[in-house]
């Protein structure tokens, strides 16, 4: 008597139509369009894009996107793609990006585009996250633009009630420089796993060092 075991083959059907379908949501991930919802300015010569985003995408806390504008009224030399940290956590339904507003043609017309316009963004990607070992406190150090993933990790961390203990040391030149300084600060009022200093004298000490040798 022969007996022929299919579960094998059949498994393995399974696991390419799995695989497949993956392929297929992260290429229509790739070329999906996520529109601009509003945008505001959260520190001093600083802005905050907000964007739809859909239930299909997913990161995590602390990994970065590219953002491609689609037919922008302007282009340069630098093209019209940007690679930014992902601000808001994954657990909000918009995806925030923030970025210093330098003269050029990819942020002159992500500042003007009307709401509603759409742009290209990418999977999310990146390796900067929240460690696994909730037993070993985190220590961030963060100056300017550079706050952007610490405060997605934070806000997410304080959403999930992580018991990871966060210190976060934040320097700006001034407090109109420092990017989501009041969320950060209301934060800490409510998680005490969270401890955040903000010392602007270092910054200050940096540029008073550094004047001339530029």
């Not at 022969?2 to 094998?8: A, D, G, L, Q, Y």
């Not at 399974?14 to 379908?21: F, I, L, S």
């Amino acid at each position: 008597m022969v007996v022929c075991n299919r579960t094998p083959f059949i498994h393995s059907l399974k696991e390419v139509g799995m695989a497949t379908e993956a392929v297929v949501m992260a290429d229509q991930m790739a070329s999906q369009t996520f529109k601009l919802v509003r945008r505001e300015e959260v520190a001093e010569g600083t802005m905050a894009f907000h964007f739809e985003k859909p239930s299909g995408f997913k990161f995590k806390a602390g990994q970065f996107a590219d953002v491609t504008l689609i037919d922008p009224p302007e282009t340069d030399a630098e093209g019209n793609t940007r690679t930014f940290s992902i601000a808001s956590p994954p657990f909000e339904n918009e995806l925030v990006f923030t970025t210093r507003m330098r003269d050029t043609a990819f942020k002159r017309s992500l500042k003007k585009v009307p709401l509603a316009t759409e742009v290209k963004i990418g999977s999310a990607a990146g390796s900067f996250t929240l460690h696994k070992d909730r037993a070993k406190p985190a220590v961030f150090l963060a100056g300017g633009i550079g706050i952007t993933p610490f405060l997605s990790i934070v806000r997410q961390s304080h959403h999930d009630r992580f018991p990871h203990k966060l210190y976060l040391f934040y320097s700006n030149q001034r407090p109109e420089d420092a990017p989501f300084l009041n969320t950060l600060q209301n934060v800490e009022k409510t998680n005490p796993n969270f401890h955040f200093d903000r010392d602007d004298r270092i910054c200050a000490e940096y540029e008073s060092h550094c004047v001339g040798h530029r």
